[in-house]
């Protein structure tokens, strides 16, 4: 095996790998963790500092 042969090979695992990423975060199942997790930014905080998050 001469680098080429190397290189070839982590080219296409490095492209299954990117493949099953994406296949995992386009699953329906993991819709409804990615949906709520969408709106937490849009959520109140119950926690907010009284000055508004400002230092002093």
Not at 29 to 37: C, Q
Request: net charge positive.
């Amino acid at each position: 095996m001469d680098v080429n042969d190397a290189r070839s090979l982590v080219t296409v695992l490095s492209l299954l790998v990117f493949l099953g990423i994406v296949a995992w975060a386009w699953s329906a199942r993991r819709r409804r963790g990615f949906e709520e997790a969408a709106q937490l930014p849009f959520m109140e905080s119950r926690s907010a500092p009284a000055n508004g998050g400002e230092k002093q």
